[in-house]
């Protein structure tokens, strides 16, 4: 279930004078390392408070990376997948909201997404654990452990390993829950005009200085581009999430075929190519990351009657064509979005 981030983000920037947070406003950057990834945050806020809010959102990713990281064997995912059938992990409230929103997503997208493909994503050779890459056979080990049915969720924050083998993966959601965290603190700081990015997965809120909204492009799913090299869209949006999930930045060839690290979770095995991305528009990052992966388990025309069911969602979906071209495809309210000279 884990995906490559493939959003370029475009932006013009102003100094202002007047802004939310009551005093003279600076555009500010903040840049790091998190997740395997980089993050940026753009805000309007007093300049002089820079460091303090360095190290504010290094200490918000840093708690989430300890609750959620495959890649820490001391975070709390890491010490349930290492339990054994039966054992008890008390995990934090963080985390349990996190089980509670993937199992929120695993419901809609009626099996779609699902935490538990980990040993999936292992088997393949995109995880943290052992590399079986080239083996095409899954065997009933793998299949046997795989769905989130088998997790209690009404005992949170006592999470429980019902069955031996089973692996957690947080990937296609942790990146947004973090978006959103370094935007609740940014918030409780006292700055409302910010644009929060993890690895493409982003969170824009207020506007820029001259009162426009954030400008951000979709990059086109050519293998291997650079970011920003080619884009498919620019929007311009105020208030909400997106995250982009797709297969041409994190796949390999296998007996000559494609394999993408996205898996479906009903199978266990990786996606089909047809749909090279999804990119999601919700009013959290958190929905729009989890989403994302779900739309590029099912098909199109399935994933895009799911996201025009919900209030507040739009999705993208650009898909392959037989000619090896992209075709695009929109739910009813994504153009909306679109900057007008773009369209």
Not at 92 to 106: C, P, Y
Not at 276 to 303: F, Q, W
């Amino acid at each position: 279930m884990k995906k490559t981030l493939l959003l370029s983000v475009i932006l013009l920037f102003w100094v202002v004078t007047a802004g939310s947070c009551g005093q003279r406003q600076t555009l500010l950057t903040i840049q790091g390392r998190t997740m395997g990834t980089s993050y940026s945050v753009k805000m309007y806020f007093d300049k002089g408070q820079k460091a303090s809010m360095s190290a504010g959102i290094d200490s918000v990713l840093r708690s989430i990376n300890r609750q959620m990281s495959t890649w820490d064997r001391e975070s709390e995912i890491s010490l349930f997948n290492a339990m054994s059938a039966g054992d008890t992990l008390i995990v934090s409230a963080e985390f349990s909201e996190v089980l509670v929103r993937s199992l929120h997503i695993h419901l809609l997208s009626r099996g779609a997404f699902d935490i538990t493909v980990g040993p999936a994503v292992d088997w393949w050779g995109f995880g943290s654990g052992s590399v079986k890459l080239g083996q095409s056979q899954l065997p009933d080990s793998i299949k046997n452990v795989i769905g989130m049915g088998r997790l209690d969720f009404d005992s949170l924050p006592r999470l429980v390993k019902p069955v031996q083998g089973m692996r957690l993966d947080l990937s296609a959601v942790a990146k947004g829950y973090g978006v959103d965290a370094v935007g609740k603190y940014i918030m409780s700081r006292g700055c409302s005009n910010f644009l929060v990015e993890i690895g493409g997965e982003l969170i824009a809120r207020g506007q820029k200085a001259d009162g426009s909204k954030w400008v951000l492009g979709i990059d086109k799913p050519e293998d291997m581009a650079l970011p920003g090299e080619a884009l498919s869209q620019v929007l311009e949006l105020t208030d909400l999430g997106l995250a982009t999930s797709g297969d041409y930045r994190n796949f390999r060839y296998v007996d000559g075929r494609r394999i993408s690290h996205i898996m479906d979770p009903r199978t266990a095995m990786p996606v089909p190519a047809a749909v090279a991305s999804v990119t999601v528009i919700a009013g959290d990052c958190t929905t729009a990351d989890g989403l994302a992966t779900a739309l590029m388990v099912m098909n199109p025309e399935e994933g895009l009657a799911l996201v025009d069911s919900l209030s507040g969602c739009e999705a993208y979906y650009i898909v392959r064509t037989r000619n090896e071209e992209f075709e695009e495809l929109f739910s009813r309210g994504f153009r909306q979005y679109i900057m007008p000279q773009a369209k």
